[in-house]
C-alpha cells in the first residue's frame, strides 16, 4: 500500500542508484556526483546539449531589438542543422548568436557598406553570411586550408542568393599571397583561427595584413588551458598537446578564473597588433566564452 506521503517509483528508483542513505559527516564530493545530480543539478557529462540550449536561450531571450534586427536579417541559418532553441519566433543557434554579436562589435566603429573583407580562417562561412546578409559589402575574400574552403563555398551558395554569393572570392591558403598585388582591403577578419595555426603562419598573416589592409578585427582566446574537467581531453593526450604549441599565446591559465584572464590582456592585445604603426581602437570580452577577447586595430590614419 502506498504511504500517505511516500515515494513514487521515480523516487525509490533514486533512493536506490543516487540518493542513497547518507553517511552522517560525509559530504566530500557531494555537489558534484551523482548525489547533487538528483537533487540540484543536471549531470554536465549526459546533459551537454541541455546546456547548450539553455546557454543559447538566455542570451537568445536578451537579445536587444538591434541584434534581433542583425539576426533575422540572416536567411537559412537551419541549413546544416544547428542545435537551435526557439526564442522571439526565431531558431537560434549558438553559431549566429556569437555572429550577431561580433556584426554589433564592429558595427560600433566600422561602416561595412561598401567595404572591401577579407576573412582569414572562415570556417564554413557563418561570419561572411552574417556580414553580406547585413551590408552591403564591395566584396568578400576568404582565405582558408582546401577542406573549410569547400565547406564554406558549398554552404555560402546555398545560404546566399546569387547577388551576394557573386561578392565572395574563395583564396587557398597556399596561394594568399597573391594579395600582395592587389587593392588594400578595409577590413580583415580573424576568428578562432590565429590561435590554432603555427607562430610562423599567424606572423606571416600579420604581415600581409600589415601591408594589405587598413583594419584587423581578431577574435581569439587570450591563452592556453590544460582542465581536464572541460572536455575529459576527449581528442586525446596528443591532440591536447598540438593545441597547446600553435599560436601567439601559450601561456596556460586557468580559462574561468577572471583574474587569471584579465592578466592576459595586455599580451592578447600586444600579439595580433600587426605592426608599430596600428593603433588598438578597443578590445572587449566575447559572450559568450570566458577566455576569449575581440580587439579591433586600424592602421594609425585609417579612421
Ligand atoms: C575553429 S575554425 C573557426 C572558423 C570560423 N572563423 C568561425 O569562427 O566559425 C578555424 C578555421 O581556421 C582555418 N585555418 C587553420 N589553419 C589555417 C591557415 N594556415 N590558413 C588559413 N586558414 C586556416 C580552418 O580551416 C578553419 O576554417
Known amino acids: ?38 537533487l540540484a543539478l543536471w549531470d554536465p557529462r549526459a546533459n551537454g546539449v541541455r546546456y547548450l540550449k539553455a546557454l543559447i536561450y538566455h542570451l537568445a531571450s536578451g537579445l536587444d531589438e538591434a541584434n534581433l534586427t542583425r539576426l533575422r536579417a540572416i536567411r537559412n541559418r537551419e541549413v546544416g542543422d544547428p542545435i537551435s532553441v526557439r526564442c522571439h519566433g526565431e531558431p537560434v543557434c549558438m553559431d549566429y548568436l556569437q555572429a550577431t554579436f561580433e556584426l554589433a ?47 564554406a563555398e ?45 607562430e610562423t603562419t599567424v606572423r606571416n598573416y600579420l604581415a600581409l595584413i600589415a601591408d594589405r589592409c587598413r583594419r584587423l578585427y581578431v577574435n581569439n582566446p587570450v591563452a592556453k588551458y590544460l582542465d581536464k574537467s572541460l572536455d575529459d581531453h576527449a581528442q586525446g593526450d596528443d591532440v591536447v598537446q598540438l593545441a597547446l604549441q600553435t599560436g601567439l599565446l601559450r601561456d596556460v591559465i586557468d580559462v574561468h578564473d577572471s583574474d587569471a584572464i584579465e592578466g592576459q590582456v ?17 578590445v572587449a570580452p566575447v559572450v559568450p566564452w570566458s577566455y576569449y577577447r575581440q580587439a579591433l586595430y586600424q592602421r594609425t590614419g585609417a579612421a
Open 266 to 282: 595586455g599580451a592578447f592585445t600586444d600579439a595580433y597588433r600587426p605592426d608599430g604603426s596600428w593603433e588598438l581602437v578597443e
Open 105 to 151: 562589435f564592429l558595427g560600433k566603429h566600422v561602416d561595412l557598406d561598401g567595404c572591401a573583407v577579407l576573412e582569414i580562417g572562415a570556417g564554413y562561412g557563418r561570419t561572411c553570411h552574417a556580414v553580406l546578409s547585413n551590408h552591403d559589402v564591395a566584396s568578400y575574400t576568404i582565405v582558408d586550408l582546401p577542406n573549410s574552403l569547400a565547406l
Open 154 to 198: 558549398d554552404y555560402l551558395r546555398q545560404v546566399l542568393d546569387d547577388e551576394r554569393f557573386a561578392k565572395i572570392r574563395f583564396v587557398l591558403a597556399d596561394n594568399a599571397d597573391e594579395l600582395y598585388t592587389e587593392p588594400v582591403f578595409d577590413l580583415c577578419v580573424n576568428i578562432d583561427s590565429f590561435a590554432e595555426m603555427d
Open 1 to 38: 500500500m502506498t504511504a500517505k506521503y511516500g515515494r513514487s517509483p521515480l523516487w525509490t528508483y533514486n533512493n536506490q542508484a543516487n540518493v542513497v542513505e547518507h553517511v552522517p559527516g560525509d559530504l566530500h564530493g557531494f555537489k558534484s556526483g551523482a548525489v547533487n545530480y538528483k
